[in-house]
C-alpha cells in the first residue's frame, strides 16, 4: 500500500470526505472540517474502507464501491 496522508479541510456541508490517489501513487484522504472528531473517524474509517478494498484498481462505478 502507498502513503496515506489526510487533510482536514472545509468541505460542502453535503461531503464527509473523499478520498484522491496522486500522482505518486499516494492516497489522500480529504475529511470535511465541519464534522465533529466522531463524525471524521466515522468519514475516515469508510474512507479507509475504499482503500482496502483497492477501490481505484477495480472495475466498480463510484455508485457501486459506495454501495459496497
Given at each position: 500500500?502507498?502513503?496515506?496522508?489526510?487533510?482536514?479541510?472545509?468541505?460542502?456541508?453535503t461531503?464527509?470526505?473523499?478520498?484522491a490517489?496522486?500522482d505518486?501513487?499516494?492516497y489522500?484522504?480529504?475529511?470535511?472540517?465541519?464534522?465533529?472528531?466522531?463524525?471524521?473517524?466515522?468519514?475516515?474509517?469508510?474512507?479507509?474502507?475504499h482503500?482496502?478494498?483497492?477501490?481505484?484498481?477495480?472495475?466498480?462505478?463510484v455508485?457501486?464501491?459506495e454501495?459496497?
Amino acid at each position: 500500500m502507498s502513503n496515506i496522508i489526510v487533510r482536514i479541510i472545509d468541505l460542502p456541508c453535503t461531503v464527509r470526505g473523499y478520498t484522491a490517489l496522486d500522482d505518486e501513487g499516494d492516497y489522500n484522504i480529504y475529511l470535511n472540517a465541519r464534522l465533529n472528531p466522531q463524525q471524521q473517524e466515522k468519514a475516515y474509517n469508510h474512507e479507509m474502507r475504499h482503500i482496502t478494498r483497492d477501490d481505484w484498481n477495480d472495475a466498480k462505478t463510484v455508485q457501486m464501491a459506495e454501495y459496497m
